[in-house]
């Protein structure tokens, strides 16, 4: 499974932008069940969960990005979303998306990068 991420660009700090992620190949009734989420890697860090879907339904979020970012998924698209608002620089890495079947097998897409301007 090629997971087919795009959104990425440069923005100045206060900025939006949104990245997409969408699983091609997988029928409705599998979509609608796997877990989902967005991880990023900064440069000279480990990689860290931004935001996620678990049990297919419920959200999550890391701390940092809390009432900025959203998680969403468009199941007829087969497709997973990261809307980002008010980017600070801190926000700066490259973003993946990995999504999990319910038999295990787990996939990343091949990342996007997000640079915030100061």
């Known amino acids: 499974v090629q997971l087919q991420a795009s959104g990425g660009g440069l923005v100045q700090a206060g900025g939006s932008l949104k990245l997409s992620c969408r699983v091609p190949g997988t029928i409705l009734s599998t979509f609608w069940n796997m877990d989902m989420d967005w991880h990023r890697q900064a440069p000279g860090k480990q990689r860290e969960l931004v935001a996620g879907?678990?049990?297919?339904?419920?959200?999550l979020y890391a701390d940092s990005v809390k009432d900025r970012f959203i998680i969403s998924r468009d199941n007829n698209k087969k497709t997973v979303y990261l809307q980002m608002n008010n980017l600070e620089p801190e926000d700066t890495a490259v973003y993946y998306c990995?999504?999990?079947?319910?038999?295990?097998?787990?996939?990343w897409g091949q990342g996007t990068l997000v640079t915030v301007s100061s």
């Open positions: 879907f678990t049990s297919g339904r419920r959200t």
């Open positions: 990995n999504v999990r079947y319910l038999s295990g097998a787990s996939y």
